[in-house]
């Protein structure tokens, strides 16, 4: 999809402030370790991620989400009056009905006439907000969208680690398909669209999108039913972690051939490389099947861990404000969710 009327107004992220090491995880889990004759450090080792954060017990998803989408409504000195659409775009929510967007809605005192609504799509969440948002400003419906998101990690990491230590029936085997739970991280993130030249400030132009999926890896990855993802909440991830990555690049390799043709680039024009970040591994395989140097990379996951549907805008954020961002780059925004499904978008920051 070609965009002719949409900027991007603001990035925002909200990070929480307790960190958890992957060697403050893996001396939970000691009592698996010790049965299994496992080693500690293999889960850094293997990821590359140092640590992630948690939210403090008691938050929730909306509630940093409203939070993040007001810093980014601050950023680009926009009243929420001006918005016609927001969007709760995160696997975590605050419960099964209403939807979480109505809570971010009345946090932020958004107009009646503004529309809002969850949508969901694993990781890929935000990026499919934006989506929405952006065809509804392409087609003059709306002048204004926010898409936002409050990921929570805790409960499904924190009841991970207890299944493990208390199962005597899990092996080495077995153990893989826990393993992606464990790089699960918390973060809120925010993307404020507008109609082209609209924002006082910032003139990202979003140039293009694309997306690809292969929904036979469907039962890669799947999560149990189990409401929100809150204090209360057991949930439990089941991935093939392997096939899942390897099945995603596949994929995510269709939807970067249909971008750069929508946008007319070539991994030489692109100027950085802003993803949904999984870990190490994932990230150099998939860069070495898009042609793309991995030092046009901004990585997030050593600090972050995965952290869902805000890991991809979180890490436009902080790329952003720690100068790796600059104004006139060429910015490309890509994602691989589970499903399997792929987005990416073109800017022109």
Known sequence: ??????????????????????????????????????????????????????????????????????????????????????????????????????????????????????????????????????????????????????????????????????????????????????TIGSCAAAVLLCRRNFCPHAHHRLLASATASDCRGSRLCQGQADGAMTDGSKPLMVTDSTQLMQQGIQVASVMWRELCRQAQWTPDNVSLVCGHQVGKVHRDLLFEELQLPTDKDFPAFPFLGNCGSASLPATVALAEEQGALRPGDNLAMLGIGSGINSAGFAVQW
């Open 1 to 182: 999809m070609l965009y002719r009327q949409v900027d991007i107004a603001a990035v925002a992220c909200l990070l929480p402030e307790i960190r958890v090491t992957s060697a403050e995880l893996e001396r939970r889990l000691a009592p698996l370790y010790q049965r299994l004759r496992l080693s500690e450090g293999r889960l850094e080792l293997m990821t590359g991620i140092r640590e992630r954060r948690f939210w403090a017990s008691g938050t929730m998803p909306g509630a940093v989400a409203a939070e993040a989408g007001r810093r980014a409504l601050q950023k680009a000195s926009i009243e929420a009056s001006a918005l016609g659409a927001l969007i709760f775009c995160g696997v975590s929510r605050d419960c099964a009905e209403p939807a979480t967007a109505t809570g971010v809605s009345e946090a932020l005192n958004l107009p009646p006439q503004a529309v809002c609504f969850d949508v969901s799509n694993a990781c890929l969440g935000v990026a499919t907000g934006m989506m929405l948002l952006a065809d509804m400003i392409e087609l003059g419906q709306i002048d204004w969208g926010l898409a936002v998101t409050g990921e929570n990690s805790a409960p499904l990491v924190n009841n991970t680690i207890e299944m493990l230590n208390t199962d005597m029936t899990v092996t080495r085997q077995s153990l893989k398909s826990q393993f992606a739970s464990l």
